[in-house]
Structure formats: structure tokens, C-alpha cells
């Protein structure tokens, strides 16, 4: 079973044995046709909005495994949508438009794809507040984070727009007289797209704007935890001026859309973000016909703090790394290795910081923390506390158990919780929980710490508090890790550098950045000989 699966207890990948969405009695007052989004819930109106899928050009309903629904994590009465659930046909429809479309799409010059692409960004921005309430409602995290995470879309317009006017390659002289050599960029075809829950707006835009300013189209089969997310972003798309079969969304579960699209002929690359198990699958079956694939996977992110750490600073990035978004970040701090001479007193103010995040509904005010974004993610945080309390010698400092009541009756809640005594080996060290869990590792020095952070299999982010420059230096000389921070936590990626990781985390691919360009595109070498005659490179030489 994929993870989205298993954390939703099966509940909208795999269809089958679904409450009716009429038996709801709190719902959503909004209209079926239009883009207006509320919070009022009422047993008058509790009527869910339909969403649709968008493919060859066309809005449907209906999906040949039927339908799913949305429900808030913080709220499971809330009812976010209706979606359909598609299966291997919608996929071969959605890839035969993607592929008509890409005969056209790819000869419109790429200055022009890019004023599309930037006016992506201005309806973004113009929808913002909007998008941002949805998503906060659909997946959990509080408001401040889905403004920022449309804000990362916004700004990866405007990043990938500016590349409708480089796109850059290379000149080069060439070694016989009269010759010209050069290498330009190309598309590649028809990209399919799949994607995780936790960025449902960036993460998506990271892979779908380049792709598209590249020249390439689009199939994208959005995480089945936040298709309403996935069905804003493809109307700013075609508002912007998108031709219709170039982006295609094919809502549905891993299993059934997911495998069709690795699986299917026309589709050359796949780009991933999502489990390091699923990704390994993506990797295995897509490796059979030889395409692309970027994998953008898992994290065990770790902060060191030393003992000359600014301790006030390091305090605040060990509480947002750990438990901004509750944890559920490719980039969340899982790990905090501390310096043995500040530890007791550092973990303690980390303690006593921790007990007082606010935990509720992301939509209200003053809210630090939301929900697990389903039961099944909740249920595999509750197993990994389970893990670390019978694991040798760590202590349960904070947390650890569910919360059922009052303001978090009918939400997948769970403590911030925090472990201490913890050793590099244990389960609760190496694996990811993608949770509100912070595992707390004493060192002795610079040399273990290292040690420690690189001891996983994992190597996304990193980072390191300290006030030696030398100490930074060798850092970020020795961190097996695709990020690495000073004096920052592990999250706050910014779009304009590469984004990935070494180790399982991937397969070598970076998103965001020029880097990006890398997946979407093909390198051609060209030589134009002008001699006007046969001269041969490594044969003909003066
Ligand atoms: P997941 O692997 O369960 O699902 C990701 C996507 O893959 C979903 O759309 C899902 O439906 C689809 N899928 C599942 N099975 C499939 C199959 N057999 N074939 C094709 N597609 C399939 O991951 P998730 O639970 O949505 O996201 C959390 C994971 O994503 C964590 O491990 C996290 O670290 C990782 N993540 C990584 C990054 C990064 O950039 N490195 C960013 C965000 C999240």
C-alpha cells in the first residue's frame, strides 16, 4: 500500500466502502460551479462542492473508480469536496492530449510560454488568501504556512519566466576551421507529475512551471489528500493562457494513476516527490523503459548545535524546524544533536518553549500547530512514540499521545512531543516519522556530531548552530547533505537554489533553481561546418 494509503487508512486512494456524502451533515456552503470557498458550516446547507478533473481540454465529474471526499484533518465533519477518482483510461486520454498539444507547444517560443508562466504568478498573487484558506483547510497546516507555501508557487513563476528568456547554452569554438559548435536546449515530450500533500501548491509549480516554459506538456496527478489545492492551481493555469491539452490533471489514487502514468510509453519523464519506498517502485518500473525520473524522497534532518551557539537563536529554529507544518516536512528538524556541555539546559528551554505551541485548527488565530494531515498519519506517529518509549534508554520528555478533546475533538491531533537520551541507532534516530516528534542526541564534540548527522540513509537537509567560522566552514565542507544551513533550521528553502538530496533522499535530480531546467529539457550539441567540404574532428588536423 502506497504511504498516502496507508495514512489515510486506505481512505481516498483506493476506492470502495465510503460514507455517503449526503449522510454528512456538516459541509461547505459553496456553489458547485463557482471557485468561492467558506468556512460557515451549517446542517441546512451541507451540500459538498464537486470537484472535477481537467482532461484533453475538458472539466469531468466523473471518474471511472468513482469518487472520493476531502475532509479536513482538523475537522473531519468539514467536507472539503467531492473529487473523481480516475483510473489507467483517464491517464491514456490525459497522455494522448498531452502529446497532441505538444507537437504545438513546443515550437511557440519560449519568451512566450514564459508570459504565461508569469501571469501564473499574478493571478496567484491576486488569489493568494484564497488559496492559502483552502489548502489550510484541505491539509492542515495553519494559514501562515499555506501563504508562504503560495508564495513559493508565486515566486517560481516569476523564477521560471525569467528562464523563457535565457534557457541558456553554450558556444563553443570549435577544433576544425569554417565550423560553429553550440548546445541548446530541448523539450523532452509529455512529463507526468506526481505529487506529495504536504506542498500541495510549490511543490507542484516547482515541476510544472519549468516543464512547461521548457517546451514540454503536462499530465499531474496530484496526492489524493489535496486535489482541491491541485484543481486552483490548473485554473490559474488555463486562466493564464495555458492551451488546454498542455496541463492535464488526473485526480486518483497511487496505485491506479500513479502506476499508469510511470507505466504508460508516451511519458518520457516522471518527476516524483513523495516516499523514499514509493519512489523506489517509481524508479524500478519507469527504469524498465529507460526514462527520466526525478526522485525528490524522504528526510532525517538533523540541527547540531555546539556549545558557542547563539542559544537564544538556535532555541527558535529547533522549535519552527521541528514543529512548523507538525513536523510533516521533507525538511523538518527530526534530529537535534547538542553539545554535551549546553545540553540539559538547551533541551530544557526547548522543553518549556514546546509546551506552550498552541495546537488547533490553522485557521484561527494565533494557532502554532495543526493536525496530522489524516488518521492513518496520525496513527503512524502514535506507533513511532510507541517505538521510542520502548527503545533503550530514551526518555519521553514531552507529549506523546493523541488529542481527542475540546478544540481537537474531531482532528487528527497529536502533542508535540520531544524524546531525549536518544541514540544515534535507534529507530526513532534513523527513520523518518514525518510527525510532531523531535529525537534529542547529545555529542561530545564537532567531529561526533557530523558523525551522527551523516549516520542515516537519508541526506536532504542539515544544519548547524555555531559562533567559529572554521566550525561552519567544515560544515558544510563535511555534511553528506543536499542543504546545509548556519545559524538557520533545517526549513526555508528559497527557490532560486537547487532543492534535493543526497543518499536514498534521491536519485541526483534538483528542483528549483536553473538546475531544475535539467530534468525538463534534453541537451542537443549542433556543429555547423561551413568549410564546404568533408572535414573530420580528431583526423583532419593541421
Ligand atoms: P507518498 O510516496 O505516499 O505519495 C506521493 C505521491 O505518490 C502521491 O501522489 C501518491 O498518490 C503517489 N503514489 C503512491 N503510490 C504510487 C505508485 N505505486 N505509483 C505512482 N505513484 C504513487 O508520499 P506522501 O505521503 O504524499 O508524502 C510524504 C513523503 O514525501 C515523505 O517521505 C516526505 O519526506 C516526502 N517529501 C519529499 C520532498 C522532497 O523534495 N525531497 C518534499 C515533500 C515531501
Known sequence: MAQDERRNGGRNDEIGGQDSIESRIWGLIVGENTNEVGLTMSANAAKPRVFKNFIAGKWTADGTKGHFDNISPADTRDVVGQFPSA?????????AAAKEEYARWRLVPAPKRAEIIRRAGDIMSARKEEIAQLMTR???????ETRGDVQEGIDTAYYSAGEGRRLFGDTVPCELPNKFGMSVRMPVGVCGMITPWNFPMAIPTWKIFPALV??????????????????MFVEVLLEAGVPEKAINLVCGGGSSVGNALVEHPDVPVISFTGSSDVGKRIASVGGQQLKRISLELGGKNAMIVMDDADLDLALEGAVWGAFGTTGQRCTATSRLIVHEKIADKFTQR????????RVGNGLKDGIEMGPCVSQGQRESVKQYVEIGKNEDKATLALGGNELTSGDHAHGWFFEPTIFTDVKPNMRIAQEEIFGPVLSVIRIKDFDEAINVLNGTIYGLSSSIYTRDVNAAFRAIRDIEAGITYVNGPTIGAEVQ????????TGNGHREASHTVLDTFTEWKSVYVDY????????????
Not at 483510473?87 to 497522455?95: D, F, I, Q
Not at 484541505?138 to 501562515?144: D, S, W
Not at 537554489?497 to 536514498?504: I, M, R, T
Open 87 to 95: 483510473g489507467s483510461e483517464e491517464v491514456m486520454e490525459a497522455v
Open 138 to 144: 484541505e491539509m492542515g497546516k495553519i494559514v501562515v
Open 214 to 231: 521548457c517546451g514540454n506538456t503536462v499530465v499531474f496527478k496530484p496526492a489524493t489528500d489535496t486535489p482541491a489545492t491541485a484543481v
Open 350 to 357: 526547548v522543553i518549556d518553549r514546546v509546551k506552550k505551541l
Open 497 to 504: 537554489l537547487p532543492f534535493g538530496g543526497v543518499k536514498a
Open 531 to 542: 568549410s564546404g567540404k568533408l572535414q573530420r574532428a580528431q583526423i583532419d588536423i593541421e
